[in-house]
């Protein structure tokens, strides 16, 4: 069993920073690509930013240049640095990884989820 764990949502003011996380855990045997995505209310899930095992980045056109994702592959880890936040940001976000345990083949897994909301 696999459970992703994310931390670190919150309100913010515009022009602010926010540091999610995402601890992969349970029987993993590899993590190949890490990312997060998205939703807004009354919008679909959409992507932010993937990262893959090789450190290859990602990002959707909007967040580029505002946002940095990064991951620790010695505590299944993955962050999402957010700088410049814009009340657009506002927003559920999702960890997702897709990864390989000791008794299945390649499969994606979703976190609960975040609520980061940006406001003055």
């Known amino acids: 069993q696999v459970h992703l764990l994310e931390s670190g949502g919150g309100l913010v003011q515009p022009g602010g920073s926010l540091r999610l996380s995402c601890t992969a855990s349970?029987?993993?045997?590899?993590?190949?690509?890490m990312g997060w995505y998205r939703q807004a209310p009354g919008k679909q899930r959409e992507l932010v930013a993937v990262?893959?095992?090789?450190?290859?980045?990602n990002y959707a056109d909007s967040v580029k240049g505002r946002f940095t994702i990064s991951r620790d592959n010695a505590e299944n880890t993955v962050y999402l640095q957010m700088n410049s936040l814009k009340p657009e940001d506002t927003a559920v976000y999702y960890c997702?990884?897709?990864?390989?345990?000791?008794?299945?083949?390649?499969?994606?897994?979703w976190g609960q989820g975040t609520q980061v909301t940006v406001s003055s």
């Open positions: 997702n990884a897709d990864l390989m345990t000791y008794y299945s083949g390649s499969t994606g897994y």
């Open positions: 349970g029987s993993i045997f590899s993590i190949n690509t």
């Open positions: 990262i893959s095992s090789s450190d290859n980045t």
